[in-house]
């Protein structure tokens, strides 16, 4: 299914990944939203509480989820309470009773603030806006159950996980939408980095099925999708998907994703983003300078125009972020990094 939303043209438009190193959240959302004019993000904050890392965040009211917050500790548990759950899930999923799958408060406070604060712009409210879910797939391989088996090989659980997270992440686009005319949802798969290795034994069809499930939900609310993995996977299985964004990690990675030039043509032919992770998002590289950066960019573009893709193309169906969510850097240097990100794409409009 395609999105009723068409595929704009984002011209290097600067955009965030996720998480930050913040415990408040109205500061650094209205911030947020005054540096991203394009295309502002909602930030999610684990330092303020562990309910909002990454495999817990989306896990609220799904069967079977343990949530240790003593342990912090995550897992699913097939109970006679599973078993109870599981029959009015699976009712939820059919009738479609999106706001069954709503995130609170508790879980992701700085989506609310942001839902709260965006409409207050007026007529000043940005046209687009961005959100994330944790991608099926990994929290499938992520999560476990309480033998410590990941979900991906226990089947009913498994299928608790992508139909859970497919519901999850059109709840978030149905309310993204309710403040935005444009929508765009990012779906996290860090873990398709180890697809194809000895570790993962899931087959290549049902990871599609998996991160489809996720894009169709999605794009039933009008929003596009389309997966963020910070390091090197095999990129024609996302390619394979229905997605309309490629997020990936442009300061490393880059040339892994320049392999696949035929499916990427295709996929920017049809209006497709390539969004650029070329802030790198670790303490290990404090080069932030946005003309270095600005020159790297071109670098990494380059061998995507040698294998036959339209330089001007490249440019315009962009998106810049850092290179993975900032959450795990100082609140200093994080926003040392959304103000080398925004400079950069200014530098890099001027020029075009």
């Not at 009008?222 to 390619?239: E, I, K, Q, R």
């Not at 983003?273 to 790198?280: K, V």
Request: glycine residues 6%; hydrophobic residues 40%.
């Amino acid at each position: 299914m395609e999105p009723t939303t068409p595929r704009p043209i984002f011209a290097a438009a600067p955009t965030l990944v996720g998480s930050f190193p913040h415990t408040h959240p109205q500061r650094l959302v209205d911030r947020i939203l005054d540096r991203f004019a394009d295309l502002p993000a909602w930030p999610q904050l684990p330092a303020r509480d562990w309910l909002e890392s990454m495999y817990v965040q989306y896990s609220e009211r799904l069967p079977g989820a343990v949530i240790d917050r003593p342990g912090q500790r995550i897992y699913f548990r097939c109970d006679d309470a599973f078993y109870a759950q599981l029959e009015e899930f699976y009712e939820a999923v059919v009738a479609e009773d999106v706001e069954r799958f709503a995130i609170s408060e508790d879980y992701a406070l700085g989506l609310h603030q942001f839902l709260d604060r965006v409409p207050r712009l007026g007529a000043n409210r940005p046209k687009w806006v961005k959100g994330q879910v944790t991608g099926p797939f990994s929290f499938a391989m992520t999560v476990t159950d309480d033998n410590k088996r990941a979900l991906a090989y226990n089947p009913e659980l498994y299928e608790v996980a992508v139909q859970g997270i497919a519901m999850k992440a059109r709840w978030l686009a149905r309310k993204l939408r309710q403040v935005a005319e444009g929508v765009l949802v990012a779906i996290d798969e860090p873990y398709l980095c180890s697809f194809g290795s000895a570790f993962v034994n899931v087959p290549r069809n049902d990871v599609i099925a998996a991160i489809d499930g996720a894009v169709t939900a999605i794009h039933k609310e009008g929003a596009l999708a389309g997966p963020h993995c910070c390091g090197n996977t095999d990129w024609s299985l996302v390619l394979a998907t229905g997605v309309d964004v490629i997020n990936f990690d442009a300061w490393e990675f880059s040339q892994g994703l320049s392999l696949y030039p035929a499916e990427l043509i295709s996929f920017l032919e049809k209006g497709g983003t390539l969004s650029w992770g070329i802030i790198p998002a670790s303490r290990s590289n404090d080069n932030l300078d946005p003309r270095a950066l600005l020159d790297t960019l071109d670098r990494r573009i380059q061998p995507f125009v040698a294998k036959g893709m339209d330089r001007g193309l490249l440019y315009r169906q962009a998106l810049l972020t850092p290179t993975c969510g900032l959450g795990t850097e100082t609140e200093e240097r994080a926003e040392g990094a959304v103000d080398a990100l925004v400079e950069l794409s200014s530098l890099l409009r001027e020029r075009e």
